[in-house]
């Protein structure tokens, strides 16, 4: 019964189109009014509760670092670098965008952001090229979703607090991971665009490519501090965050001199709006989540899970199966915060680590992104290349197919995010 009311509460709010943070807090009230425990003031105790963390600090700059790296120039270098080094190959405007979006995502974390600013900047150079629009568009919506598993990622600093996970392990145990997904959509990529007869441009001279390195180092040592900073523990996360908005502020504004003064007030408003929509749904899930461990939730789940229990690697299918579905209907962040407080008991109990868990749990709510009808990435690269939205699905479907693929791997083959993971926590 509770259960019943839990999830109709909360798909009867969304179903009447109500915004999913006030859907959480209905969905609240009702779990408080079925457990005849409603008190407003626990409430908004938890509401204030819930937004007052020091790892969620992390969100805001991330979204400002990657605000500034689009308007100030990093984005549009990274992608020129990537040109001079994989332009000239056949098909090679395809691996530039699968490259540049790997570079990115170590910088910003952001899907939207790095889907938004490749999309603006290859979608016209491909079509250009005589590349198919709905495949150009795909690949770049595709690649865009590799942002929340490299570091630093927005998506593992939400579970990491809404699961009481370590966000440091998690942003190390996503670099390999991440790297496969490009692997795969490299592959796939070359596989379908054997068929196209375009012919590459030039290769680009060593002047040139030294050229392009000269001008996007000061963008590529961004990653770098932040891994190094991690991985020997100078850093925190959040006090990562906010290395990366002042460095990216800092390249912006004086090395590279693309970003002014005059520029700086829409950056910030831009990103604080972002920051309040996320920190909005964050603080408004915890009232949930407080109540969703009062209610015993998770034993529930455990209970109705228990015939898959003793196989982790059943269970971690069965999951992955719910997450595909509700990646359908419902954004990242939301999704993670709901879903989060009752999985993670469940996989403990099952003896699964949780940070192995919680990349598996990342890179399907990433792919959730770009399935149809709620993508937001699709959504955002519909908006910015101007492509009809049933093209590009059609032009994304051998990528995210792919990328589930790789999902499935991960489930089957539990070293290829542990043991990397270890290895670069030293």
Not at 39 to 55: K, L, T, W, Y
Not at 357 to 375: C, K, M
């Amino acid at each position: 019964m509770t259960i019943t009311i839990f999830l109709g509460s909360l798909l009867g709010s969304m179903a009447l189109g109500m915004p999913i943070a006030f859907a959480l807090l209905v969905c609240g009230v009702a779990l408080m009014m079925h457990l005849d425990l409603f008190d407003a003031q626990i409430i908004a105790q938890n509401v204030i509760n819930g937004a007052d963390s020091f790892p969620l600090m992390a969100v805001p700059f991330f979204l400002l670092a990657g605000e500034i790296m689009n308007a100030g120039g990093l984005s549009k270098r990274i992608v020129d670098l990537a040109l001079t080094l994989v332009g000239h190959v056949k098909g090679g405007l395809g691996f530039v965008a699968i490259l540049a979006a790997c570079i990115l995502a170590s910088l910003s974390g952001s899907a939207v952001a790095d889907a938004a600013a490749l999309a603006a900047l290859l979608v016209p150079m491909m079509v250009k090229a005589g590349h198919d629009p709905a495949r150009s568009g795909g690949l770049i919506a595709a690649s865009g979703i590799i942002a929340p598993i490299i570091p630093p990622s927005i998506g593992f600093v939400i579970f990491g607090v809404a699961g009481n996970v370590s966000i440091t392990k998690l942003f190390l145990a996503g670099i390999f991971p991440g790297l496969l997904l490009g692997l795969a959509l490299a592959f796939t990529w070359w596989l379908v665009a054997r068929s196209e007869n375009i012919t590459p441009p030039p290769r680009r001279s060593m002047a040139e490519v030294l050229s392009a390195l000269r001008e996007g180092v000061w963008a590529l040592m961004l990653p770098v501090i932040i891994i190094v900073g991690l991985k020997a523990g100078v850093v925190t996360p959040t006090e990562a965050a906010v290395v990366a908005a002042v460095y990216a502020l800092f390249v912006a504004t004086v090395i590279y001199r693309e970003l002014h003064v005059t520029q700086l007030y829409e950056v910030f408003v831009t990103a604080a709006k972002t920051t309040a929509a996320v920190m909005f749904l964050v603080a408004a899930a915890m009232v949930s989540a407080w109540l969703i461990t009062i209610a015993d939730l998770p034993g529930m789940v455990s209970d109705l899970l228990r015939p898959l229990m003793d196989s982790p690697t059943l269970l971690l299918l069965a999951i992955m199966a719910l997450v595909v579905v509700v990646g359908t209907a419902m954004d990242m962040t939301p999704t993670i915060l709901i879903l989060t407080p009752v999985l993670v008991p469940v996989v403990k109990e099952a003896g699964i680590d949780p940070v192995y868990f919680g990349v598996l749990f990342i890179i399907n709510n990433a792919i959730g992104l770009i399935t149809p009808p709620v993508g937001t990435v699709l959504n955002v690269v519909c908006g910015v290349s101007k492509l009809r939205m049933e093209d590009l699905i059609r032009g994304v479907w051998p990528f995210m197919l792919a990328q589930l693929g790789v999902l499935f791997l991960l489930v089957l083959f539990p070293g290829l995010v542990t043991v990397p993971a270890r290895w670069f926590a030293g």
